[in-house]
């Protein structure tokens, strides 16, 4: 069974800290993995999705890698800002093609 | 791009009473929606999956006869939450697949409270 983790469970940076959100999975046969950021009593927004067989993709000042074989995926925030206090969420489309999300890294950015 | 709309964001209801949330993809039709549910501090679980004219497929764990699924159309899906309790107040979310390069848009959800 498919198992996402996502650490921290929370995070407290100052403004203008580049960061490293990790998610970790159990299962590598996966089509792909995405990140969502998730604002209170919100929905999701899609951030990054990576196929399996890519190994980073980039937005702006996001960066989210794969390294399917270790289970891992990092998303990279390059000069946070308030504006990204956020959950981020990591989630993959598993072999049976169903989405599975960690619980989450709840970021907060200090002005 | 693509869109699914979901109603209401925010509902309020007495215990016992039933719970009705829409979801609607908008410019593109959904042969599959997916509702899931997030408690506090926990992941998003998937709940079933339901595809247009067919009975919802249930995950372990989720009761058929409270979480009601209607698919009746390729744009439309309905979650009913039968005789509310206390314990159901959480955060329901759809997604639909189609409508993105990935496969999969999904709706702003809605806030469940159960007084």
């Known amino acids: 069974k498919q198992e996402v983790t996502q650490i921290p469970a929370a995070l407290s940076v100052p403004e203008g800290e580049n960061l490293v959100l990790n998610c970790s999975f159990t299962d590598s046969a996966i089509y792909n993995l995405q990140w969502f950021r998730q604002d209170p009593g919100k929905g999701l927004t899609s951030l990054l999705l990576i196929q399996s067989s890519q190994r980073e993709q980039t937005s702006g000042r996001l960066n989210a890698s794969l390294d399917k074989s270790s289970g891992r995926s990092t998303l990279y925030i390059a000069a946070s800002q308030p504006g990204d206090s956020a959950t981020y969420l990591c989630?993959?489309?598993?072999?049976?093609?169903?989405?599975?999300f960690g619980k989450g890294t709840r970021l907060h950015i200090l002005p | 791009g693509a869109v699914v709309s979901q109603h209401p964001s925010r509902v309020i209801c007495k215990s016992g009473t039933s719970v009705k949330i829409e979801c609607r993809s908008l410019?593109?039709?959904?042969?599959?929606m997916f509702w899931y549910r997030q408690f506090p501090k926990q992941s998003l679980m998937l709940m079933a999956t339901?595809?247009?004219?067919?009975?919802?497929?249930?995950e372990q764990g989720v009761e058929k006869d409270k979480f009601l699924i209607n698919h009746a159309s390729l744009t439309l899906s309905t979650l009913t939450v039968t005789s509310a309790h206390p314990e159901d107040s959480s955060f329901y979310i759809c997604?639909?697949?189609?409508?993105?390069?990935?496969?999969?848009?999904f709706g702003s959800g809605t806030r469940l409270t159960v007084v």
């Open positions: 410019d593109f039709q959904a042969t599959t």
């Open positions: 339901s595809n247009e004219g067919s009975k919802a497929t249930y």
């Open positions: 989630a993959v489309n598993d072999r049976d093609d169903k989405i599975i």
């Open positions: 997604s639909a697949r189609g409508g993105a390069p990935y496969g999969y848009t």
